[in-house]
């Protein structure tokens, strides 16, 4: 019993020792805890060579850097990484999170750092879709529990479609190019990624159905991480840095003069 006592003791202070080891002496943390969902192209993805690459990993990294700490990313699908913000599974997620009047009521944001809405991707050629009443009839994609699903549940109320949910963005432009869907409901940068990336299966139609700008999400009264966020985001906005990388991936810089005004 004494030598069961005695391991169970040992376990004990390692544990505790493995749990202190991202807290410094003051006990400030020392890792930031990140949740993205990384099927999420050009924000955040797994590249060809099994790399964790993408606009939100770099801007992560870079704000990591400035506040001191080490960044620790853990994929999360996108159908419960909210929960698990609330869970405290991590401390934040930066992975191209659109401010919303809905997720406003239940945890905190960042200052926006990048211009969206929700655009219809269409086949090029296809101007068959300028208003909302031009949904009727068609397959629209959109990625399950996101707020283009949100966006294409609520035109739902006015005009009939068939809305098609897939988990995750790149199965949904898979379907679209493969004639599954007759167009799909993203995000702004996903849109123009895809679009740069293929421009023979993608365009944008000229139908915005939201404006909804991405921002940092934090748990509801985290003030004091929501402080460190914000003051790292300026730096690497003021600095360039942020500018940069939006123009890597989504070829122009869509990082200031941000709408701010949630529809």
């Given at each position: ?71 620790e ?18 401390d ?39 208003s ?23 035109a ?13 963005m ?9 004639g ?51 003051a ?20 122009a ?11």
């Open positions: 019993m004494k030598r069961v006592l005695v391991v169970l003791l040992v376990l004990a202070m390692a544990f505790g020792l493995v749990a202190c080891a991202k807290s410094d002496a003051s006990g400030a943390a020392t890792t930031l805890k990140v949740a993205i969902d990384d099927t999420y192209p050009p924000m955040e993805y797994v590249d060809d060579n099994g790399d964790l690459v993408g606009f939100d990993i770099e801007m992560a990294k870079a704000m990591a850097a400035e506040m001191g700490v080490e960044i990313f853990i994929s999360t699908g996108w159908d419960g990484i909210f929960g698990g913000l609330a869970a405290d599974q991590y934040c997620i930066i992975s191209s999170v659109s401010m919303t009047t809905e997720r406003l009521e239940s945890m905190d944001f960042s200052t926006p750092y990048l211009s969206n809405g929700q655009v219809i991707m269409v086949a090029p050629g296809d101007a068959s879709i300028a909302m009443e031009d949904l009727a009839g068609k397959n629209v994609g959109v990625q399950f529990a996101t707020t283009a699903d949100e966006a294409a549940t609520k739902l109320e006015t005009v009939q479609f068939e809305k098609v949910a897939f988990d995750d790149t199965v949904c432009l898979a379907a679209m190019k493969a599954q869907v007759d167009c799909v409901v993203a995000d702004m940068a996903v849109a123009i990624a895809a679009v740069q990336e293929d421009p023979e299966s993608y365009t944008i139609s000229s139908l915005a159905l939201t404006n909804e700008p991405i921002a940092i999400a934090v748990n509801k009264g985290n003030t004091e991480l929501l402080n460190k966020l914000n790292a985001l300026k730096v690497v906005q003021d600095n360039g840095t942020l500018s940069s990388i939006s123009e890597k991936y989504l070829g810089d869509y990082t200031k003069n941000i709408d701010t005004e949630l529809r």
